[in-house]
T-cell receptor
Framework: SQTIHQWPATLVQPVGSPLSLECTVE??????LYWYRQAAGRGLQLLFYSVGIGQISSEVPQNLSASRPQDRQFILSSKKLLLSDSGFYLC???????????FGSGTRLTVV | RKEVEQDPGPFNVPEGATVAFNCTYS??????FFWYRQDCRKEPKLLMS???SGNEDGRFTAQLNRASQYISLLIRDSKLSDSATYLCVVTPGAGSYQLTFGKGTKLSVIP
């Protein structure tokens, strides 16, 4: 069966520090991968998606970036965090969006 | 017009009540429709897909009206454990890799 792993679960980082969040999927190949952010009390905001290794589409211009170095690995990064980067970051995968997404358990990031 | 619109609630209902949520979507080319459930501080989880003919899963019934571009979710005999935020989700159309999420409707089932 397919599983998605996301870590860490919680993170507290100072303003200006770098960020690296990792997401891996098991039990499937060539998944579509997604990074979403959910600010407190808000809806889901799509940040990046990838349909293959090295292929990244950005939905929102900001100080975040994403990379897909391996088929089932998706990384979200920042060189310098801002207070506004605080939120709940969710990784998701699908093979066909017509069947929905499966989300990882998320990383709750607080920038202080 | 927002792509997917939902009443944010909250809907506060007693145990055993029947509650219905509606959702409207703007893209008439949307092909697939879902309801997700998100518990507080957790990830969204797929509750059910929504088919043109309507579908039922236990106490939950989902319906789609393509002509009016709305989706509904009916929960019968509400349980305390049904308390969550319910997200309406659609695919934008053919060839899209993305889902469009509504902001959710919050349900609180009260003892």
């Amino acid at each position: 069966s397919q599983t998605i792993h996301q870590w860490p679960a919680t993170l507290v980082q100072p303003v200006g520090s770098p960020l690296s969040l990792e997401c891996t999927v098991e039990g499937t190949s060539n998944p579509n991968l997604y990074w979403y952010r959910q600010a407190a009390g808000r809806g889901l905001q799509l940040l990046f998606y990838s349909v293959g290794i090295g292929q990244i589409s950005s939905e929102v211009p900001q100080n975040l970036s994403a990379s897909r170095p391996q088929d089932r690995q998706f990384i979200l990064s920042s060189k310098k965090l801002l207070l506004s980067d605080s939120g709940f970051y969710l990784c998701a995968w699908s093979t066909d969006s017509n069947y929905g997404y499966t989300f990882g358990s998320g990383t709750r990031l607080t920038v202080v | 017009r927002k792509e997917v619109e939902q009443d944010p609630g909250p809907f506060n209902v007693p145990e055993g009540a029947t509650v219905a949520f509606n959702c409207t979507y703007s893209n008439s080319a949307s092909q697939s429709f879902f309801w997700y459930r998100q518990d507080c501080r957790k990830e969204p989880k797929l509750l059910m897909s929504v088919y043109s003919s309507g579908n039922e899963d236990g106490r939950f019934t989902a319906q789609l009206n393509r002509a009016s571009q709305y989706i509904s979710l009916l929960i019968r005999d509400s349980k305390l454990s049904d308390s969550a935020t319910y997200l309406c989700v659609v695919t934008p159309g053919a060839g899209s890799y993305q889902l469009t999420f509504g902001k959710g409707t919050k349900l609180s089932v009260i003892p």
